[in-house]
């Protein structure tokens, strides 16, 4: 079983910057695809970032694409999510999930179905 727990969220105005960290239980964490997703009040959870085990692949969702950086760091179990240049649409509750298994194609790590564990989730709040 893995335990994530997620912090850095909070009330921002539009520019500014946050980070999200994601803290994971488990010995095995070097080897999990690890991904960050979000959730508007009212839609579906959807795909923001996604990094493989070593950090040599990344994807991110069009929307944020040039303002947010995933990122991770093995030795201290822990995925982050650097956004800046924020904007009132970024607003909602963020995820981070781990997927223990590999993936037969890295993009299959966009899909919400495909990991095995979830943290609580952060809110982050943009005001205009």
């Known amino acids: 079983q893995v335990q994530l727990v997620e912090s850095g969220g909070g009330l921002v105005q539009a520019g500014d910057s946050l980070r999200l960290s994601c803290a994971a239980s488990?010995?095995?964490?070097?080897?999990?695809?690890m991904g960050w997703f979000r959730q508007a009040p009212g839609k579906e959870r959807e795909f923001v970032a996604v990094i493989s085990w070593s950090a040599g692949s990344t994807i991110y969702t069009d929307s944020v694409k040039g303002r947010f950086t995933i990122s991770r760091d093995n030795a201290k179990n822990t995925v982050y999510l650097e956004m800046n240049s924020l904007k009132p649409e970024d607003t909602a509750v963020y995820y981070c999930?781990?997927?223990?298994?590999?993936?037969?194609?890295?993009?299959?790590?966009?899909?919400?179905?495909?990991?095995?564990?979830w943290g609580q989730g952060a809110q982050v709040t943009v005001s205009s």
């Open positions: 999930a781990a997927r223990s298994q590999r993936v037969p194609s890295f993009s299959i790590a966009t899909i919400p179905s495909e990991y095995d564990f």
């Open positions: 488990g010995r095995t964490f070097s080897s999990y695809v």
